[in-house]
């Protein structure tokens, strides 16, 4: 299957060659930029097939929706990555066989994560599926957490096997922390807009839906950050992963501990 690429940057001129070199098989790759001080879009405007375009950021599904409807033609198959994120060959050589039906509007992907150049699947609770290979004009994302998710209504999706590479930690724990400490507000306000009911079967069954029931229902306890740690370095086998799992289970716990505080803070609706 052709496909073309599109890829979300903000001062990112350190990485965002090692993304675009891994998207070789990409007919067309739009970088869409929001704002980068750094020299981001001139290192992407020097690689062949890459389009730059500007647009001020807002929150991850609009981005990718505005690149969707202004960069590429209705039908086209489009891949989403971010600067911090690569395509595999197994994955690119896996889209490259496929041969959709006309009632295949996308497809998930799962992200393998890496600290400091060492894969930890156990730790990151590989594989967490992500819709990231879209048929441009079957639907817009919608907002969910930090991230996108297909809207609601839309149905089981496929799964690719094939995982893509995710690097979150390359600008260094302080960039990682300020982030998250942004990330935390927008998934606390989320998930305390939610109404918590009884889990249905199609919740429990739906990884992403169970893991946002969960969420919610843990709340701003404050065993939260523990209580995730304890969940990915045993259940998950985390341990196995080594040191570099065991940093990125800390690291997952201080991050849940962000989130408590922020769900404790803000009002209740």
């Not at 690429?5 to 970088?31: G, K, N, P, Q």
């Not at 370095?233 to 990125?248: Q, S, T, V």
Request: hydrophobic share 40%; proline share 7%; charged share 30%.
């Amino acid at each position: 299957m052709r496909f073309s690429a599109l890829v979300l940057t903000l001062d990112e001129e350190r990485h965002i060659a090692r993304c675009l070199s891994s998207l070789a098989r990409a007919e067309r790759i739009v970088v869409l930029d929001s704002g980068s001080t750094d020299g981001t879009r001139e290192v992407a405007a020097g690689f062949e097939r890459v389009t730059v375009a500007v647009r001020a950021f807002t929150n991850f599904a609009d981005q990718r929706n505005f690149g969707l409807r202004e960069s590429f033609r209705p039908g086209d198959w489009v891949l989403h990555l971010d600067a911090d994120e690569r395509l595999t060959p197994g994955l690119a050589l896996e889209i490259d066989a496929l041969d959709p039906g006309p009632d295949v509007v996308a497809y998930n992907a799962a992200p393998l994560v890496f600290l400091g150049g060492t894969p930890i699947p156990r730790a990151s609770s590989f594989p967490v599926y992500q819709t990231r290979l879209t048929r441009v004009g079957a639907f817009e994302f919608a907002p969910f957490g930090h991230g996108q998710k297909a809207p609601e209504g839309t149905g089981a999706l496929p799964h690719l096997t094939a995982p893509y590479e995710h690097h979150p930690f390359e600008k260094g724990f302080e960039e990682w922390r300020l982030k998250h400490e942004r990330y935390a507000v927008r998934e606390a306000e989320e998930l305390l807009a939610r109404e918590l009911r009884a889990p249905t079967w199609d919740v429990l069954r739906d990884p992403i839906r169970r893991r946002t029931w969960l969420n919610r229902f843990i709340g701003g306890s404050a065993v939260r950050p523990w209580l995730v740690w304890s969940y990915l370095m045993f259940p998950r086998l985390g341990l196995l992963d080594g040191p570099k799992g065991w940093e990125y289970c800390r690291r997952r716990r201080l991050y849940e501990g962000m989130l408590r505080d922020r769900m404790r803070s803000h009002p209740r609706r």
